[in-house]
C-alpha cells in the first residue's frame, strides 16, 4: 500500500506570543503524511539528537515557536524529559504536537522493553506517544531476535500507549523478517538519508510496502552543504543549501527532522514551503549519491552499541 502524502494542514504555524501559540487551532502549512495505520504524521520536525540533556528543553521551545509540531527523541539521546518539559510550557495541547521516542540499544528483551517503555512515558511525562521505534536492528545481539522486541511494540500499540510503532535502521532483510514473522507492518522505518547516501534499495522496499520512509541525518550533519551542487542551486534559487536539500527530501516524500541549536537556522530549516526545486534540480542531487562510502553513520549490519 503506497504511503499517501497528503497536504491537509496539521497543527500551527505562526505566533506572536505565547497567548497566540497556545490559543491557535489548525494553520500550518506543514503537509502530512498519512501512515498505514490511518495516523497522520508532519512530514517536517524537529530533531534532538546530541542536545544535551540540560539545553533540550531550550532548543524544543524555539523549534515550537518557529512552528515545528513533532519532535524526535529517543531512550538513548537521554533528553526526552526536556521534551516533555518544552511542551508543557507551551501550553499547546498535547494532541497538537506529534513525538516520537526510541527503545534504547539495552533493552531489546520484551520484559526490559515493557520496563524501558514505562520509563519513557514518564520522563516525557505524557501517557502516550504518537510513535514509538525499535532504534537499530542489532542483528548480531540478543541471537538475532528482533521479532520479539517487534511483538512486544505490538503490545504497545494495542494498549493505546504508542499510537504508531515503527524501526529504524532495519535493511531490507530485516523488514523481510518481521513481514514473515509477525502481524504489523512498521509505520515507519527511519533511515540515515541525504544526498550522499540515498539508501535507494530500502528506501523502496519501504514505499512499496506502505511504510514511511524516516531521513535521519538529512543534511548529513552539514556535511552535504558546502556541495558545489547545492551551493550553485541554492545561488539559482536564492536560498541556503540547507533549503535546497530539506526541499529535496520533502518533494520526495520523505519525513525529515532536521537537528540545530542555533535560533536561526532552526527558523531557516522550517521556510521550506513557499518555493519549490526547478527541473533537473532533483536529478543532479541525486548524482551526488556515493553509496555505502556516503554513510556518516553505522552501518546497521554491524552495529551492536549498547550503552552502559
Ligand atoms: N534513528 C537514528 O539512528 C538516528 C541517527 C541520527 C539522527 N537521528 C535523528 O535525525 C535527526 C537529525 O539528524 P542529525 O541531528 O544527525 O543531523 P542533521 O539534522 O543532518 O544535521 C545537524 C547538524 O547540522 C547543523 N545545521 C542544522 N541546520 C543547519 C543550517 N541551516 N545550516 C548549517 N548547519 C546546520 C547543526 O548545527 P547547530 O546545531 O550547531 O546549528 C548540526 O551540527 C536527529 O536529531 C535525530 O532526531 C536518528
Redesign the pocket.
Known amino acids: 500500500m503506497p504511503v499517501a502524502v497528503q497536504t491537509e494542514h496539521v497543527g500551527l504555524l505562526h505566533f506572536e506570543s505565547e497567548q497566540q501559540m497556545s490559543t491557535s487551532t489548525s494553520t500550518s502549512i506543514v503537509p502530512s503524511i498519512t501512515l498505514n495505520d490511518g495516523n497522520p504524521i508532519p512530514q517536517l520536525g524537529?530533531?534532538?539528537?546530541?542536545?544535551p540533556p540540560e539545553d533540550t528543553a531550550r532548543a524544543v521551545d524555539s523549534a515550537l515557536h518557529a512552528g515545528y509540531r513533532h519532535i524526535?527523541?529517543?531512550e538513548m539521546?537521554r533528553n526526552e524529559r526536556g521534551v516533555g518539559e518544552a511542551i508543557r510550557a507551551s501550553g499547546l495541547d498535547r494532541e497538537d504536537v506529534y513525538v516520537t521516542s526510541?527503545l534504547n540499544n539495552s533493552y531489546h528483551r520484551p520484559a526490559d522493553a515493557r520496563h524501558a517503555f514505562a520509563q519513557t512515558l514518564s520522563e516525557l511525562g505524557f501517557d502516550y506517544v504518537d510513535l514509538f521505534?525499535i532504534?537499530?536492528p542489532l542483528p548480531t545481539l540478543y541471537d538475532g531476535d528482533f521479532v520479539s522486541t517487534w511483538k512486544t511494540l505490538e503490545e504497545f500499540q494495542h494498549e493505546g500507549r504508542a499510537r504508531s510503532i515503527g524501526v529504524?535502521?532495519f535493511q531490507v532483510a530485516h523488514l523481510e523478517r518481521l513481514a514473515a514473522e509477525t502481524e504489523t507492518v512498521p509505520a515507519v522505518n527511519?533511515?540515515?538519508l541525504?544526498p550522499y547516501l540515498l539508501n535507494e534499495p530500502v528506501r523502496a522496499y519501504d514505499e512499496e510496502h506502505g511504510i514511511a520512509t524516516e531521513a535521519?541525518?538529512?543534511?548529513?550533519?552539514?556535511a552535504v552543504?558546502g556541495d558545489p551542487v547545492i551551493t550553485s542551486i541554492a545561488r539559482e534559487l536564492d536560498r541556503?543549501?540547507?533549503?535546497v536539500v530539506l526541499r529535496w527530501h520533502l518533494e520526495r516524500g520523505n519525513i525529515?527532522?532536521?537537528?540545530?541549536?542555533?535560533p536561526a537556522?532552526?527558523t531557516?530549516?522550517f521556510d521550506l514551503f513557499d518555493f519549490q526545486l526547478e527541473p533537473g534540480h532533483s536529478e543532479a542531487i541525486e548524482a551526488l549519491d556515493r553509496g555505502a562510502d556516503g554513510r556518516?553513520?553505522p552501518n546497521p549490519d554491524t552495529f551492536a552499541y549498547t550503552p552502559a
Open positions: 524537529f530533531g534532538v539528537f546530541q542536545i524526535d527523541t529517543a539521546y526510541k521505534l532504534h537499530w529504524s535502521n527511519q533511515i540515515e541525504h535521519w541525518s538529512p543534511i548529513a550533519q552539514g552543504l541556503t543549501p540547507a533549503q525529515v527532522f532536521p537537528k540545530s541549536t542555533t537556522r532552526i531557516e530549516n556518516t553513520g
